[in-house]
C-alpha cells in the first residue's frame, strides 16, 4: 500500500482488528489491503451564516468502504471528536455488521467534526442541509444510503431527505433510513437499536442461567441507543443501577428511576442536574459491580487500563468500538469469563430490523426506512 490517508486511534483499533481475524483466517497479505482499505472518501467544506452574522466553514466527510455487494448504508455523526480516520474505522465496521446480518450492502460512515448542541436549531438545519448537498454527487438509494448515528435523528435525517428530493425534483424518501415516520420512515426504527441490545442481553442471561428479575445494568450514554436500551431492560425486569452522559454520571444501587431521568432529558437535554444525590465520577461508573454493563455513547472507553477492574458478567457493546484491541485481550485473560456481546452483533438492531422484513418486502424494493 503507497501512502495511507487514514489514521487516528480509532482507525488503528479497527485495523489491528482486521489483522487479528486476518490472521486468523490466514487471509494472503495481497488481499489484505484490498479488504481492508475504504474504496471512496470524500471530503467536504460546508459554509453556513451563524447567527451572529459570521460565515463559517465545516469539514464534512463520508467514507464507503466497498461497493461490491450493492450500496453502501451508515450513519452521520456530528460530533467533536470526527475525522476521516474515525469515519472511515466506523464505515469498515459497519461493513462487518452488514455481512453479519446477512444484508446486501457495504458499510459508509459520513460525519461532521461539530459539537451539535453548540449550535442554534436554524445553524444545525443549514448545516445538515450543506452537508447533504455537497454529498449529492456522491450517494443515492442505489449508491448510499445516509442514516443517524452520535450527534443527529430524526429530523437531521427529514432535512437530508428534503435537500436531496428538491435537488431531484421528487419525493426520494429511501436517500436516509431513520427519518419521522410522517416522513416515510418505519414504525420502531428509532427504538431498533437499543431493543436489539435489550433482547440480546436477554439471551445472553438465559445462557449464562440468570434471572432478569435479579439482575442490574449500568449504561454509559443516554442518547438514542443508551436510554432505549435502558427502558427496554427495565420493562424486562431489570434494576438500572447506573447511567452517564457527556455531563454527569448518577449511580443508585437500589434503581434509578428512569421515568424522572427521562423527563429531566427531554427538558434539559442532559443528564447533568438530575439529583444532586448518586453523582458519580464517570470512570468508577464503568468499574461498578453489575450484571450487565452496556457502553453506548462513544469508542476506546473500555481500554488496557480499566479491562482488568470491570466487575460485570456481560459486557454488551451498545456503541460502535467501545473496547480497544488491548482490553479485549485482558478480558480474554481474565479467566471469569465476561461474556461479550461485539458491537457487530450486539448494536445491528436497525438492521435485524430490515432482515426480519425480508426480501420482496416494501422496505427492501423502495429501499431503505
Ligand atoms: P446519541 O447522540 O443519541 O447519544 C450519545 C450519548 O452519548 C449522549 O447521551 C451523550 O451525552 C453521550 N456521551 C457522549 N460522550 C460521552 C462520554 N465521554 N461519556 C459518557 N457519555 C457520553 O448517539 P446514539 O445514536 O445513541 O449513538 C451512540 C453509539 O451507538 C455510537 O457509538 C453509535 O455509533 C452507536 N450506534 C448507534 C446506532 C443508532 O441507531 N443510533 C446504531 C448502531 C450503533
Redesign the pocket.
Known amino acids: 500500500m503507497n501512502r495511507v490517508i487514514y489514521g487516528g486511534p480509532v482507525f488503528e483499533m479497527a485495523r489491528q482488528q482486521f489483522e487479528c481475524v486476518a490472521n486468523h483466517l490466514q487471509i494472503s497479505e495481497m488481499d489484505r489491503d484490498r479488504l481492508l482499505y475504504p474504496k471512496r472518501a470524500i471530503a467536504v467544506s460546508c459554509p453556513i451564516h451563524r447567527d451572529d452574522g459570521r460565515t463559517e466553514v465545516y469539514q464534512g466527510y463520508r467514507v464507503q468502504h466497498h461497493l461490491t455487494l450493492g450500496p453502501t448504508k451508515g ?1 452521520t ?1 456530528f ?1 467533536p471528536s470526527v475525522d476521516i480516520g474515525e469515519v472511515a474505522a ?1 464505515a469498515i465496521w459497519m461493513s462487518w455488521k452488514c455481512a453479519l446480518a446477512g444484508l446486501p450492502y457495504g458499510g459508509a460512515k459520513g460525519g461532521i467534526p461539530v459539537d451539535p448542541h453548540a449550535l442554534s436549531s436554524r445553524e444545525l438545519e443549514a448545516l445538515s442541509r450543506r452537508y447533504m448537498q455537497e454529498m449529492i454527487p456522491f450517494v443515492g438509494p442505489h449508491t448510499d444510503v445516509m ?7 430524526e429530523q437531521v435525517m427529514a432535512w437530508f431527505m428534503d435537500t436531496y428530493s428538491m435537488y431531484q425534483g421528487q419525493t426520494v424518501n429511501e436517500i436516509v433510513t ?1 427519518k419521522p415516520i410522517s416522513a416515510g420512515g418505519t414504525l420502531g426504527r428509532r427504538e ?2 437499543g431493543r436489539g441490545v435489550a433482547y440480546l442481553i436477554g439471551r445472553a442471561l438465559e445462557h449464562l442461567g440468570i434471572e432478569a428479575g435479579s439482575a442490574t445494568a449500568i449504561i ?8 432505549v436500551t435502558a427502558y427496554s431492560l427495565a420493562e424486562r425486569g431489570f434494576k438500572i443501577i447506573g447511567v ?4 454527569a ?1 448518577y449511580y443508585d444501587p437500589a434503581g434509578l428511576d428512569l421515568v424522572r431521568l427521562r423527563r429531566h432529558v427531554a427538558e434539559r437535554g ?2 447533568a442536574g438530575f439529583s444532586t444525590q448518586g453523582l458519580i465520577e ?1 470512570s468508577e461508573l464503568l468499574v461498578s459491580t453489575c450484571d450487565v454493563l452496556v457502553p ?4 476506546r ?1 473500555i481500554t488496557g487500563e480499566n479491562a482488568p477492574m470491570l466487575k460485570c458478567r456481560i459486557l454488551a457493546e ?5 473496547t480497544t484491541p488491548e482490553a479485549d485481550a485482558i478480558l480474554n485473560q481474565r479467566g471469569d469469563e465476561i461474556f461479550v456481546l461485539p ?1 457487530i452483533l450486539c ?4 438492521h435485524r430490523q430490515l432482515f426480519r422484513m425480508g426480501p420482496g418486502s416494501p422496505a427492501i424494493i423502495l429501499g431503505r426506512s
Open positions: 450513519g455523526r460530533a466506523l442514516a443517524p448515528d452520535m450527534g443527529t435523528n431513520g431498533a437499536t454509559q450514554g443516554f442518547g438514542n441507543v443508551g436510554s452517564s452522559d457527556h455531563t454520571a442532559q443528564l464517570p453506548a455513547a462513544i469508542e472507553v451498545g456503541a460502535n468500538g467501545p458491537d448494536n445491528a438492531g436497525g
